[in-house]
């Protein structure tokens, strides 16, 4: 069971940072099992594609347009991550369902897909987090954990 976690954003555009400042900080604290591969996958778009094949469970992290509150948490599954990526917040959504899409075409869909996202207050160009989505990054980390914990894995 191969599985990644794949944090999604630019650190240049303030809450835009959430989803790769979540997997810094979980590859910074924590070792995790061969099987698990932590990707900060930034911007890359279809760039990532190859990091898709042999992928079983696919868990990506980001900053997501809800519509709630800056800094609210929102979970994500299946069908309903390209449809959620079809509102932008960034240019690379675009590129981030692009990839899922030319993932299926070319035989590497995943078989189970996780989306945790924040709701961004800003993604103006900063390397600053607004307050809120500061806060939220540390109970994604978390979530991340309790999905993982609930695929079987635990790290150290």
Sequence with gaps: MRILVLGIGNVLMNDDA?????????AEKYSFPEEVTLLDGGTLGLDLLPELEGVDRLLIVDAVATGGATGSLVRLSGAAIPRTL?????????????????????????????LW?????????????????????ILLQDKVLQELAAWGIHPC
């Design 117 to 137: 996202g924040v709701q961004p207050g800003s993604i103006d160009m900063d390397i600053e987090m607004s307050p809120e989505v500061a806060a939220a990054v």
């Design 86 to 114: 079809a509102t932008k917040v960034s240019p690379h959504q675009v590129g981030l369902q692009d990839l899922l899409l030319v993932a299926g075409l070319q035989g590497h869909a995943v078989a189970e897909m996780v």
């Design 18 to 26: 959430a989803g790769v400042r979540v997997v810094q900080a979980l």
